[in-house]
């Protein structure tokens, strides 16, 4: 019986890509000369820092333009509240999100479902939704619907078996 996994995962290493190619950016260009600007990582936590609020949404603009250019779905990041840093710079911190828990399994239990395919399956396993059908044609239509679906966390297809 045919199936495959249904993750929600980002590739670190490409984010820590992005992170440097942002940095560097951040540091060379015109803009954001004498701002003190930096982007860092540590763990799964983005830190963006600048000496004002504008200055901080145009390095958080060119940092999602440097994950975008590397296929980083920006539904993975979640933004954290632009916080008072010392000397009056302002500071955010943007948490990488991955795994699908309870909740973003049962949205995608439910697309699934209403596809109404005979033979297909969905069940909940730790971080992964399984899909199994009796025809290949079924799960890829499965994973069609999915990537159609306006979900608000990015979704993987792995582990396909006939």
Excluded: C, H, W
């Amino acid at each position: 019986m045919p199936t495959f996994d249904v993750v929600s995962e980002v590739d670190l290493q490409e984010v820590r890509n992005a992170v440097d190619q942002a940095s560097r950016e951040v540091a060379t260009r015109f803009d954001f000369r004498n701002t003190d600007s930096s982007v860092q990582i540590s763990g799964s936590e983005l830190v963006l820092e600048s000496s004002t609020e504008d200055r901080l949404k145009a390095v958080v603009q060119v940092l999602e333009e440097k994950l975008v250019k590397r296929q980083v779905s920006l539904k993975a990041l979640q933004f954290g509240k632009v916080e008072e840093a010392s000397k009056g710079r302002a500071r955010q911190r943007v948490q990488l999100v991955q795994g699908l828990d309870a909740d973003k399994a049962r949205q995608v239990n439910r697309v699934v479902k209403e596809l109404g395919l005979k033979g297909v399956s969905s069940q909940y396993q730790t971080e992964q939704v399984r899909v199994s059908g009796k025809k290949r044609d079924d799960l890829q239509a499965v994973i069609a619907a999915l990537r159609a679906a306006e979900l608000s966390f990015p979704v993987q297809f792995t582990n396909f078996r006939d």
